[in-house]
T-cell receptor, first 115, second 115 residues
Framework: AQKITQTQPGMFVQEKEAVTLDCTYD???????LFWYKQPSSGEMIFLIY??????QNATEGRYSLNFQKARKSANLVISASQLGDSAMYFC????????????FGQGTRLTINP | KAGVTQTPRYLIKTRGQQVTLSCSPI?????VSWYQQTPGQGLQFLFE???????NKGNFPGRFSGRQFSNSRSEMNVSTLELGDSALYLC??????????????FGPGTRLTVL
């Protein structure tokens, strides 16, 4: 069965610092996708970044990068130069090719950026 | 391109009533998935529709149902509401939903309160 674990319920970071949000996953399927979403207090889930299990390089999207360590089954999100607007819940999620439309989410990490 | 829209945004119902939530996907997207988010259970997959057919279903009772129309718009229905159905209901759309590379884009959600 698929499982996503986010071990940091909350994190507090100073503005402009880099922050790493942890995510470990468990699946026996060799083909999977890993996603990070941001959920502000308004509730909408905003897609940030995607990493495929066969991708050779770590994904990057602007200030977001994904530190993908396949052997450790980890997919940590790195936000560089954090901004006040980055304060939100962050969710790591996984999908498999079988039933790919079903995302399995972790419990989330609440990130607070302090000025 | 317009994002995923959900109506209504807020809903208050009483136990025993039924409710219908609506979701309009991003133009051109044919897969629509529904998720329930609660503080206790986190984000859980309800079901997914593609070409008016339910392709995948989560572990929810039969009181939860859905459908998709020929224009890819989707509705979900919850009958005989219970207090535990109070949640944020999120709809997500993707192009085809058939591979783990297919990113799901979420709407703003419908916040349902059952009294």
């Amino acid at each position: 069965a698929q499982k996503i674990t986010q071990t940091q319920p909350g994190m507090f970071v100073q503005e402009k610092e880099a922050v790493t949000l942890d995510c470990t996953y468990d699946t026996s399927d060799p083909s999977y996708g890993l996603f990070w979403y941001k959920q502000p207090s308004s509730g909408e889930m905003i897609f940030l970044i995607y990493q495929g299990s066969y991708d050779q390089q770590n994904a990057t999207e602007g200030r977001y990068s994904l530190n993908f360590q396949k052997a450790r089954k980890s997919a940590n999100l790195v936000i560089s130069a954090s901004q006040l607007g980055d304060s939100a819940m962050y969710f790591c999620a996984m999908s498999l090719d079988q039933g790919a439309q079903k995302l399995v989410f972790g419990q989330g990490t609440r990130l607070t950026i302090n000025p | 391109k317009a994002g995923v829209t959900q109506t209504p945004r807020y809903l208050i119902k009483t136990r025993g009533q039924q409710v219908t939530l609506s979701c309009s996907p991003i133009s051109g997207h044919r897969s629509v998935s529904w998720y329930q988010q609660t503080p206790g259970q986190g984000l859980q997959f309800l079901f997914e529709y593609f070409s008016e057919t339910q392709r995948n279903k989560g572990n929810f009772p039969g009181r939860f149902s859905g459908r998709q129309f020929s224009n890819s718009r989707s509705e979900m229905n919850v009958s005989t509401l219970e207090l535990g159905d109070s949640a944020l209901y999120l709809c997500a759309s993707s192009l085809y939903g058939g591979r783990n590379t297919d990113t799901q884009y979420f709407g703003p959600g419908t916040r349902l309160t059952v009294l």
